[in-house]
């Protein structure tokens, strides 16, 4: 039984490690159809909750999968579900970077290393504007963003943690005036 | 090994051990709350240890987010593979998930402990706000090399636009945009 459901954990989430194009969050409704829905591991409210603490942890968001193998099978659960998830994609990637490092000698390789540049910092900065939007931005939220991207650029020394614990302090003082 | 000379200031330093690379990427799983993930990963491997140029960091970031998978882990997996094969990448990628795996179980062990405190809502959120600040410093220290070909800086603002205020799907504006990224970078080489 236990063996039967580690084995369901590994063929849920292997095709979602295959999905998640442009990372974890294209998979989250997928996900939670398949657990909540179709097999019924977990209500929609241990869900939400479960979204709510990885993204409240450290690490990638995706570290959902790994509440969810927990909540299905313990530890084992928690291990599979999270080695289901990064493993495929993360093949595939070693895969493609390695054929593109093949040709980095070659000027071709370089030139498409330069062209690739542009396209990954405006996904970056695509990534930041969604993530505010998101978030509820607003003014003051704003103002941490752009505090904390100034000390990151003109402090390097400073540790990035207190940077960000900075940025927690200050919005639970500001927030509530 | 082929590399083109780059300038003094972004003399790389000697690939680390294994050792070493397990390490920075523990360091930055365990403490990277409130995302910015890339953010931590240029702040480490580029500016503090200058293990890996801008370039190069972007190169492999734009693969990173274009193929399925988490987009830091796939980073960590190319910037481990640069720096020591496939035991690098192996053990980025193990450092870097190993402290968020028990973090994210413990953190639910507690959650319903600490979930009804405003104020750890709250600075959790403050943390968010700083780590988005953390991105944007990826943005900039990209931007300022790509601006010394300012038709580079078109196809950064491009993407920007479409995926992040347009709200386009990533896949088909990536399709567009690497093309155009490349077809301008060989124009811009043809005659170096």
Redesign the interface.
């Known amino acids: 039984m236990r063996d039967d459901l580690l084995l369901v954990l590994v063929l849920v989430f292997v095709p979602f490690?295959?999905?998640?194009?442009?990372?974890?969050s294209a998979i989250i409704a997928g996900v939670q159809h398949e657990t909540v829905a179709v097999r019924g591991w977990l209500s929609s409210q241990e869900f939400i909750?479960?979204f709510?603490?990885?993204?409240?942890?450290?690490?990638?968001?995706?570290?959902l999968a790994?509440?969810i193998g927990?909540k299905v099978a313990g530890w084992a659960g928690?291990?599979i579900a999270?080695l289901a998830l990064?493993v495929?994609?993360?093949l595939?990637?070693?895969a493609?970077?390695?054929a593109?490092?093949a040709h980095r000698?070659a000027?071709?390789g370089?030139?498409?290393?330069?062209?690739?540049?542009?396209?990954?910092?405006?996904?970056?900065?695509?990534?930041?504007?969604?993530?505010?939007r998101l978030?509820g931005?607003g003014l003051l939220?704003?103002g941490?963003?752009?505090?904390?991207?100034?000390?990151?650029?003109l402090r390097?020394q400073i540790p990035?943690?207190a940077?960000?614990?900075?940025?927690?302090?200050?919005?639970?003082a500001l927030?509530?005036v | 090994m082929a590399a083109p000379a780059l300038p003094a200031a972004s003399a790389l330093a000697p690939a680390p051990s294994l050792a070493a690379l397990f390490l920075t990427c523990l360091k930055i799983g365990l403490f990277s709350f409130g995302g910015g993930l890339s953010g931590w990963l240029h702040r480490e491997f580029v500016l503090r240890r200058r293990w890996i140029d801008d370039e190069d960091f972007a190169g492999s970031l734009a693969v990173a987010q274009i193929l399925p998978g988490a987009n830091v882990v796939n980073l960590v997996i190319a910037l481990g593979d640069e720096l020591r094969g496939a035991p690098g990448a192996a053990l980025a990628a193990l450092g870097f998930l190993v402290g968020p795996f028990f973090a994210v179980l413990a953190l639910a062990g507690v959650y319903d402990r600490i979930s009804a405190s405003p104020a750890l809502e709250a600075i959790t959120q403050g943390v968010t706000f700083a780590a988005i600040g953390l991105l944007l410093t990826v943005c900039v220290h990209g931007a300022r090399r790509i601006a010394r070909a300012p038709s580079g800086l078109l196809v950064l603002g491009a993407v920007a636009v479409a995926v992040g205020l347009l709200r386009w799907p990533l896949v088909p504006v990536a399709l567009v945009a690497i093309p155009a990224g490349v077809g301008l970078a060989w124009a811009r080489n043809r005659h170096a």
Do not use: Y
């Open positions: 490690s295959l999905m998640s194009i442009g990372g974890g909750e479960f709510a603490i990885s993204r409240a942890a450290p690490g990638p968001g995706t570290m790994t509440l927990w928690a291990a999270t990064f495929p994609s993360s595939l990637t070693f493609v970077v390695r593109g490092r000698g000027r071709w370089r030139i498409l290393h330069e062209g690739l540049a542009p396209v990954g910092i405006g996904l970056v900065l695509a990534g930041v504007i969604t993530l505010f978030s931005g939220s704003g941490i963003a752009l505090l904390a991207a100034a000390v990151f650029l390097p990035a943690l940077v960000l614990a900075a940025g927690g302090l200050a919005w639970m927030d509530r």
